[in-house]
């Protein structure tokens, strides 16, 4: 019999660390990817020795077109049932949209969306014959939010993540498989640093900005319940639906103080 085992993309900061370590607590055994070997060598030895579980990881980078099949056939050879993939690997463009080669754009699209579709499609026939399974898309806040003047592609791919996983939803529950789509906004991780994009960050009013690990223990919950979306904390719950009632006429004026340079970059 096949070990059920959860797998996080993007493992190794920030949100998907704080994932895995919500798992980990929860007693779920981990296959972690990312592209820092040592990082998560050393990560997957602290969640063994803190938890008592079994954590093992994969090396791959989803801008390769052949790191989903590669992640599947890993777990194959392992004998591991992912009964929980969660798809959170992400990184955003920091310059206008002029400027960024298609090659990068085509990069992006393939992490944030491409990879998404990749391995979901890959494990989901394994939970259609195991008769369950959970699935935790990591989307965005920026999905419901009229486009920016920044990042041009990164509200309206979350806004595709958000539909996929909702015809996920409506195509296999019937197989006791959910979908769970967890829009976060601000959250304190390397994200934005990595992305080029920190000023922006920076400039966010402290009342806005979460803890990872915050994210995590709600989209965990969220996801292992079944619900179809999670926006986490109160804030961005009132945010959200804000972003329902204003005329996207009127956002940018509303999202000055809660979102500077956001709008504001040409």
Do not use: W
Not at 176 to 194: K, M
Not at 203 to 221: D, T
Not at 222 to 230: Q, V
């Amino acid at each position: 019999m096949k070990k059920k085992y959860a797998l996080i993309t993007g493992a190794s900061s920030g949100i998907g660390l704080e994932i895995a370590r919500v798992l980990a607590s929860r007693n779920y055994s981990l296959v972690l990817v990312a592209r820092q070997e040592e990082k998560l060598k050393e990560i997957a030895k602290s969640l063994t020795f803190e938890y008592g579980i079994k954590a093992d990881y994969f090396l791959g980078d989803l801008e390769n077109p052949n790191t989903p099949k590669n992640i599947y056939d890993y777990c194959q050879s392992k004998e591991y049932l992912i009964s929980l993939l969660v798809n959170n690997a992400g990184y955003a463009l920091p310059d206008s949209f002029h400027e960024t080669s298609m090659e990068d754009e085509e990069k992006f699209l393939r992490v944030l969306g491409i990879s998404v579709i990749a391995i979901t499609k890959l494990f989901l026939k394994d939970m259609i014959e195991a008769k369950q399974g959970k699935i935790m898309m990591i989307s965005s806040v920026a999905a419901f939010a009229p486009p920016s003047s920044i990042q041009t592609l990164y509200g309206p791919i979350k806004t595709f993540i958000n539909r996929f996983s909702e015809g996920l939803n409506l195509g296999y529950n019937s197989y006791g498989i959910t979908s769970t789509s967890v829009c976060p906004g601000y959250t304190i991780t390397n994200f934005h640093r990595a992305s080029g994009v920190q000023d922006e960050m920076d400039r966010v009013p402290s009342f806005m900005k979460k803890e990872a690990f915050r994210i995590a223990k709600e989209g965990v919950y969220a996801t292992l319940k079944g619900e179809k979306i999670c926006i986490p904390t109160r804030t961005y719950k009132v945010i959200v639906f804000l972003l329902k009632l204003l005329p996207h006429s009127l956002f940018p004026l509303f999202s000055a103080r809660l979102a500077p340079g956001r709008y504001d970059k040409k």
